[in-house]
């Protein structure tokens, strides 16, 4: 077989060879043998038989290494002579956030502290934004507010005062 290292695809950690296969021989082809290691010391050959297909496809490669690719057709008369290829495979992509990524996380981040600084006001101190909105849709009396005229902070009763002029004075 003869190998297109011109068309070879690296897609992550997977290989993608295409095979063409020059002389069939007296009987049809059964399988391709692939053999394929790391080009390190000690790195031990791995052996695949892959039926015939267009292109032969290696998975699970480890990233930034060099690999040995064999190559060898396969009939009922025995094997070819091994075709074979040195690939590199590239580094394991690093994947990052954009600057628009950090600005809208900053942005999220500051309007959820923003709301609950609000809510913390409208129940306590019965200012800020969302006690705005509550009194233009709800009126002049927001449910669940107490107000003086309710009762609230009394006895439950109205009192009125009036300042009337002594006789005395």
């Not at 391709?32 to 039926?51: M, T, V």
């Not at 990524?101 to 934004?129: E, K, P, Q, S, W």
Request: proline share 6%; hydrophobic share 40%; charged share 20%.
């Amino acid at each position: 077989p003869v190998l297109s290292e011109d068309k070879l695809e690296v897609e992550g950690n997977l290989l993608s060879v295409p095979v063409v296969q020059l002389d069939k021989g007296s009987s049809p082809l059964l399988h391709y043998k692939i053999r394929y290691r790391q080009e390190n010391e000690g790195a031990e050959w791995k052996e695949k038989n892959l039926p015939v297909a267009a292109s032969v496809q290696l998975s699970d490669l480890s990233f930034g290494a060099d690999y040995r690719v064999e190559v060898m057709a396969v009939n009922a008369n025995g094997s070819s002579s091994p075709a074979s290829l040195k690939v590199t495979v590239p580094p394991q992509p690093v994947t990052t956030i954009s600057k628009g990524g950090v600005v809208a996380i900053v942005m999220v981040i500051f309007l959820a502290v923003m709301i609950a600084v609000d809510a913390t006001c409208c129940y306590t101190h019965r200012c800020g934004l969302l006690m705005f909105i509550a009194t233009k849709v709800f009126g002049r009396n927001v449910p669940g507010l107490k107000t003086l005229e309710e009762g609230h902070g009394t006895n439950g009763k109205r009192s009125v005062t009036r300042d009337t002029p002594t006789k005395d004075a």
